[in-house]
């Protein structure tokens, strides 16, 4: 065992592996951290616990992880490149470890320009860092973890052992280079990889066939990424807005037929869209762990953390595995 | 050549208008041909100040004048001394400009007129854009003569992050995304493998990130201590 964390153990039992996301509060509010773990904890192995994603200003993933371990969840905390250089990365790695915490997602973070594209004010005049990117982060946990040295060389009496993650974003720009992407990051030593969302499963296995010929899923742990859809309207948004994401016409058709079911009526509108959405992720989940090399699914309803107690029984994947003593 | 832009007249005028004598400089080389601070520039905006103080009815006299490089002691040999006469100099060269001038004028301020803000080249006329960050150790033999770190959003070492969209950058879709045009020229020169080694942490300490930097010749210097 590199870590010992649950999803580690999860991985190596051959069991495919559930992973969701829980963001984070723009507040000092623990409560909703710890109402969120609630609802995610027994339906997933661990949860990703978002760096200030979009580069918005929440909890740290830290705190938040480790609020959410109190709570019974195993977190996966995240790590951006964006807001920290390789010092305190490291002190950050070391407290990490000394909470308790097992595994780190390293990611390079959106641009603080995305703070403010939505709503918010955020802040796109922040400075960033990227004193790093995300195979050299991963590279100095993987250092850090197995030889007890920090970047610059010198000693670690206590290790930090974690599981260290990347993303991978299979269908970006320019695809045929993804494959390689994603072997860099493992070379460097990601233990387990989380997928941007996936819609477009037929691509997606063009993308796996190719890691599979570089031997790539021998020496990682791919787990697909699916973002659970709301509504129609945002599988368009993602389809047209979001890098490395396409979705099939006929899932927006899905979405737009059961809105339209609805007639006039708003809410149920928005209702007949979510069981639609879950319906979608779940047969996404069915299809994505019927891939060769696929060791589990990251499973993201963004802002909708109770959805997943539902999808993951749809999906039969209920109970998860448990390997407390 | 070092790229800048003129700053917003208000904001010049807010600079200036307690000073009664003025001298706007311009400097002839890199940004003369960005158009924001050649003698045309100091010409054009000591025109704009004048008429702006008779506007606001403040007494000011504004001069005006270009000098081939605000960057090396040769070229103000011949003006300093008149320099050091006005009450503030304008300067619209770069931002080394303003700091070389300032250290040699004396007790006259030395304000600047122009927002300093790459190295990059020109591809076409009146379009500049941004190609290197003077990082202190060159990787432009990995990546195709692209520059990773003044292109890249993100400074990125090993392969594009996940925002690239259809190669632009997810910064904006003005921007070209630096490692998609990395990896599009690595295959034109048919040394795409080179990308699948993982670059290491860099040092930054050779960069501004070590403090400031400077250069020694030793051979320019030995030949100045002899004369
Ligand atoms: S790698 Fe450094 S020196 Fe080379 S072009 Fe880029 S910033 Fe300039
Ligand atoms: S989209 Fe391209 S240029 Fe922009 S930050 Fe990502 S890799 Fe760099």
């Known amino acids: 065992m590199k870590s010992g964390s649950n999803l580690e153990k999860v991985i190596k039992s051959g069991q495919p592996a559930v992973t969701a996301e829980l963001g984070p509060p723009m507040s000092a509010d623990a409560h909703e951290v710890i109402k969120k773990a609630n609802q995610l904890k027994g339906f997933c192995d ?32 995240q790590m951006t490149c964006r807001d920290r250089n390789r010092i305190a990365m490291q002190a950050d790695f070391l407290g990490a470890a000394a909470l308790g915490l097992k595994n780190c997602l390293c990611i390079a973070g959106d641009h603080q320009s995305f703070s403010a594209a939505g709503r918010l004010k955020g802040h796109p ?105 709301k509504s129609a309207m945002m599988l368009k948004y993602m389809d047209s807005s979001v890098a490395g994401v396409s ?70 994947l209920y109970p998860r595995p448990d390997f407390s003593e | 050549m070092i790229v800048g832009q003129q700053k917003k007249f208000d904001e010049i005028w807010e600079m200036v208008k307690g000073f009664r004598k003025v001298m706007v400089l311009g400097c002839n080389t890199c940004i003369a041909v960005c158009h924001a601070g050649g003698d045309k520039e100091a010409d054009a905006l000591a025109s704009m100040l004048k008429i702006k103080a008779a506007n606001e009815k403040v007494s000011m006299d504004v001069s005006h004048g270009a000098i081939q490089r605000q960057c090396e002691n040769e070229f103000f040999t011949p003006v300093l001394e008149d320099l050091a006469k006005y009450d503030l100099v304008l300067s ?74 259809k190669g632009k950058c997810e910064v904006s879709q003005d921007i070209d995304c630096a490692w998609f045009l990395i990896v599009e020229r690595m295959k034109q020169l048919g040394t795409l493998e080179k990308l699948f080694e993982v670059q290491p942490p860099r040092d930054w300490s050779g960069s501004f990130h070590g403090g400031p930097r400077r250069v020694v010749v030793e051979h320019l210097r030995d030949i100045e201590e002899k004369q």
């Open chain 1, 46 to 77: 661990a949860a990703n616990i978002t760096d200030c994603q979009t580069a918005v200003v929440r909890i740290s993933s830290i705190a938040a992880a480790y609020i959410a371990l109190r709570e019974g969840l195993e977190p996966v905390m």
């Open chain 1, 125 to 229: 005049g922040a400075k960033n860092v990227y004193d790093v990117d995300t195979c050299q982060l991963v590279g100095i946990m993987k250092k850090m973890r197995d030889e007890g040295l920090q970047q610059g060389g010198d000693k670690l009496e206590v290790a930090p052992k974690f599981f260290i993650g990347a993303s991978w974003t299979p269908m970006g720009d320019p695809i045929d280079f993804r494959p390689y992407n994603l072997k860099k990051k493992v070379d460097a030593g990601a233990d387990f990889i989380q997928t941007q969302g996936i819609y477009d499963m037929e691509l997606f296995k063009v993308q796996m066939e190719k890691a599979r010929n570089l031997g790539l899923h021998e020496r990682t742990a791919v787990l697909a990424g699916i973002i659970v859809p």
């Open chain 1, 247 to 316: 979705v099939p016409k006929e899932l927006i058709q899905r979405m737009l037929k059961a809105k339209d079911a609805a007639g006039d009526d708003k809410k149920k509108a928005k209702e007949l869209q979510e069981q639609e959405g879950m319906k979608i992720t779940v047969e996404l989940i069915q299809q994505a762990l019927e891939i060769p090399g696929i060791k589990g699914v990251h499973v993201q309803a963004i802002e909708w953390e109770s959805a997943i107690e539902h999808i993951v029984k749809a999906a039969g």
């Open chain 2, 92 to 165: 619209i060269a770069c931002g080394v400009g303003v700091n070389f001038l300032s250290a040699r004028i004396g007790k006259t301020p030395v304000y600047p007129g122009v927002n300093t803000q790459f190295f990059g080249g020109v591809p076409k006329p009146g379009f500049f854009e941004e190609l290197c960050g003077g990082c202190g150790s060159c990787v432009l033999n990995l990546t195709g003569g692209i520059c990773p770190i003044a292109r890249c959003s993100k400074s990125l070492m090993n392969g594009p992050c996940g925002g690239t969209n």
